[in-house]
Every structure is written in C-alpha cells, then in structure tokens.
C-alpha cells in the first residue's frame, strides 16, 4: 500500500505571498492531519479534517487554513507569508476513529525569505 | 509548562549499550502514548502504540507508560548506528490531535 505523499517537496517564497500544500492520504484513510515543524517548538498540531469537515484545530493564526476533498485528499493554505512560517509541514493520516495510529508523509519543507 | 516534556538530547551512546529516552506529561487527559521515530529529512515513522499502564515490547523495543507518574518511556536494547535518529514522543487524549515532545536526538556510535 503507497505511503502518504506530499506535494511539493520543497517550495521557496518571499514575505507576503500564498502557498498551497498537498496531501494525499494512504487509501482508505478519511482522517487528515496537518503539522508544522520548526526547530524552537517542535511538532506542533495544525488541524485536522474527516469527511471533509474540520474536526479539530490548533493554535494557529487564521492565516492558516485547509480543505479536505471527497476522495480524503487535502490541501492547506498559509496567506501572507511570515518569515516565521519557514518550517517542514507534515501531513499525517489515519483510519478513522480519534484512536487509529497516524502515518505520516515526507513532509513539504517551506522556507519564506 | 508544555504539556509534554521531553529531554532534547543530544544522546550519544556505544553501538550495543542500552538507551533509555523519557517524556513527561501534565494532562490526566491524555490516554494514547507513541514513539516515532524521525531520520534526517524525512517524516515521523511510527515505533510504538500503548495506551495502557506497563510495558509493551516490539523486538529490541519496549515502551513503558506509568501514568500515576504520567511518566513513559521507550527503551531500546541493542543499539545499532541505525538507530540514529531522532525519537519523538506523541500523546493524545483520544482526539487525532497529537501533542508531541520536542524530541531526543540520538546517535549510536560505533
């Protein structure tokens, strides 16, 4: 069974700008997480969505945003780049219920100049 | 206070030795305990999955809960250089939001 991918693998902008990242899920997986990694705080949780909905989020800025589609794949979003958005977001995936393990992908690594 | 501590490391120990790695926990909330492993570069592979008090072993891999301390702990036996990594503990109270330690570098060396 294919891992977790995320796309891109690497990306580069400057302060001010938009970036999308991409998510797809092992198979069968409906639940979708979203962390950001930095050096100073570690993993930290971003959101989480299941059936397209939302389910939990994180202490982050509404600047942070996503979306889930009905094949489970998701995106995120981050308006207006900060230079303390620069960070590896990982997408991580599980089965269903609040319990099932989290599998995560490689990671998309942003850095904001 | 985070809500999980964790000893950052660097850890450095023989090939062979025995190494313990450690987090702490404040939340009597949290019921899910986890170890990922994370290599240089590349996403958090899981290690463990417990949720009970005591030990669970997986090979040359034990994880220890004490939740009266709201202590727990990942012991690996044998160390090989290809332990090297960096070994994270994830808690969570039953949502998939996952609280994670700072995270324990470790080396093996040979």
């Known amino acids: 069974k294919a891992g977790v991918t995320q796309t891109p693998r690497y990306l580069i902008k400057t302060r001010g700008q938009q970036v999308t990242l991409s998510c797809s899920p092992i198979?069968?997986?409906?639940?979708v997480s979203w962390y950001q990694q930095t050096p100073g705080q570690g993993l930290q949780f971003l959101f989480e969505?299941?059936?397209?909905?939302?389910?939990n989020k994180g202490n982050f800025p509404g600047r942070f945003s996503g979306r889930q589609f009905s094949n489970s794949r998701s995106e995120m979003n981050v308006s207006t780049l900060e230079l303390g958005d620069s960070a590896l977001y990982l997408c991580?995936?599980?089965?269903?219920?609040?319990?099932?393990?989290?599998?995560f992908g490689p990671g998309t690594r942003l850095t904001v100049l | 206070q985070k809500e999980v501590e964790q000893d950052p490391g660097p850890l450095s120990v023989p090939e062979g030795a025995i190494v313990s790695l450690n987090c702490t926990y404040s939340?009597?909330?949290?019921?899910?305990f986890m170890w990922y492993r994370q290599y240089s570069r590349k996403g958090p592979e899981l290690l463990m999955y417990?949720?009970?008090?005591g030990n669970k072993e997986d090979g040359r891999f034990t994880a220890q809960v004490d939740k009266s301390s709201k202590y727990i702990s990942l012991f690996i036996r044998d160390s090989q250089p290809s332990d090297s990594a960096t070994y994270l503990c994830?808690?969570?109270?039953?949502?998939?939001?996952?609280?994670f330690g700072t995270g324990t570098q470790l080396k093996v060396e040979l």
């Open positions: 991580a995936s599980s089965l269903e219920v609040a319990t099932d393990t989290q599998y």
């Open positions: 994830g808690i969570t109270g039953g949502g998939n939001k996952l609280t």
């Open positions: 198979s069968g997986h409906r639940s």
């Open positions: 939340n009597s909330a949290f019921q899910y």
């Open positions: 969505y299941f059936s397209e909905t939302q389910r």
């Open positions: 417990t949720y009970s008090s």
